[in-house]
């Protein structure tokens, strides 16, 4: 079964900075082959929740109004991977952070328009 596996995660102080990254499980698995690829995450005792997409076709990018100007989504297609860099980060995101594809862009919002979650990394924001 496809799966992508996210990494980057971690320890970080207040206004620190993390990057995450994420790719497929497997070689035979091309993630350029899903229209958009979004970051969601899910902190304790919430529900998960959309944080960021990019597009393949044209590199258009959709932000949660809580990231907009801190975090920046991008994707490699020579890489098989997509990209989180999070700036400037507060302790209210904390959480674990996922990626998934969508065959879809227009449902990027959507968290069950998704397919071939990952286990998440955890990034935690504390002093």
């Known amino acids: 079964q496809a799966q992508l596996v996210e990494s980057g995660g971690g320890l970080v102080q207040p206004g620190g900075s993390l990057g995450l990254a994420c790719a497929p499980s497997?070689?035979?698995?091309?993630?350029?082959?899903?229209?958009?690829m979004g970051w969601f995450r899910q902190a304790p005792g919430k529900e998960r929740q959309f944080v960021a997409g990019v597009t393949w076709r044209n590199n258009r990018k959709y932000y949660a109004e809580s990231v907009k100007g801190r975090f920046a989504v991008s994707r490699v297609a020579a890489e098989n991977a997509v990209y989180l860099q999070k700036n400037n980060l507060k302790p209210e995101d904390t959480a674990i952070y996922y990626c998934?594809?969508?065959?879809?862009?227009?449902?990027?919002?959507?968290?069950?328009?998704?397919?071939?979650w990952g286990q998440g990394t955890q990034v935690t924001v504390s002093s």
């Open positions: 998934a594809g969508n065959s879809d862009a227009s449902t990027y919002y959507d968290e069950s328009k998704y397919n071939d």
């Open positions: 497997g070689r035979s698995f091309t993630i350029y082959a899903n229209d958009i």
